[in-house]
């Protein structure tokens, strides 16, 4: 059973997820907040597996919310951001914080119920063509981050010629069928890059490429 719980300042909104969901076998909402600060609070108490996170709420925004849910524990919640195309760079935001990943709330249910289970089963959610838009229009917009850059000498050529790919918002699927690998492959070398770079999930390692300058927003590579 996933665990779910609930972010969004909006009552109705909190609603129709959880009609959503409840129709599920295998997903169980366990809690529900109306801003972050509640949120951060709940997730000490409620054992979800998955956050769904609004944006733009009161008293504390789903980007802090998302920080300090992810930095208070490494086996705690995953989260999902769901927001409105105007709010776009606020969940690119939220990736860097930690999330795992982020939808637009018009999503057809179908594909919001696929992220749920791909984020619990340990995947990101970035949706292709959601990523092309966010990274060419927010991504000179980011803060800095004051971590220690990580180098990018440490991959092989395959490595980083399949980072680009990952940046630029294909699939391993998609990859596979553009370098003439198999599937399997292409996970056997993401998995290396996260490991060699100490990142989290796919999430992180397309804000990382478009970070080092791998991948710039017009689509170029360095």
Do not use: W
């Not at 997820?17 to 169980?28: N, S, W």
């Not at 956050?51 to 008293?59: A, F, Y």
């Not at 776009?88 to 992220?115: C, N, R």
Request: net charge negative; glycine share 6%; proline share 4%.
């Amino acid at each position: 059973m996933i665990r779910v719980m609930l972010v969004d300042d909006q009552v109705l909104v909190r609603t129709g997820f959880r009609m959503v969901l409840g129709a599920q076998p295998d997903i169980e909402v366990v809690g529900e907040a109306a801003d972050g600060a509640a949120a951060v609070e709940a997730v000490r108490s409620i054992e979800a597996d998955v956050v769904l996170m609004d944006v733009r709420m009161p008293r504390m925004d789903g980007v802090e919310a998302t920080r300090q849910i992810c930095a208070s524990s490494s086996s705690g919640p995953r989260v999902l951001i769901l927001t409105t195309f105007d709010l776009d760079e606020y969940a690119f935001a939220a990736i860097k914080a930690g999330a795992s990943g982020f939808l637009l709330k018009d999503v057809p249910p179908a594909d919001l119920l696929t992220a749920i289970r791909a984020v619990h089963a340990g995947d990101a959610v970035v949706a292709p063509s959601t990523t092309r838009r966010l990274l060419e229009r927010f991504a000179v917009h980011l803060p800095d981050d004051n971590d220690a850059p990580r180098d990018l000498d440490g991959l092989t050529a395959r490595e980083r010629e399949v980072l680009v790919h990952v940046a630029q918002g294909l699939s391993n699927t998609e990859i596979a069928a553009r370098l003439h690998l198999a599937e399997a492959t292409v996970k056997t070398h993401l998995g290396r890059i996260l490991a060699k770079l100490r990142l989290r999930d796919r999430a992180q390692a397309v804000v990382y490429a478009y970070e080092t300058g791998l991948v710039v927003p017009s689509g170029g590579l360095q």
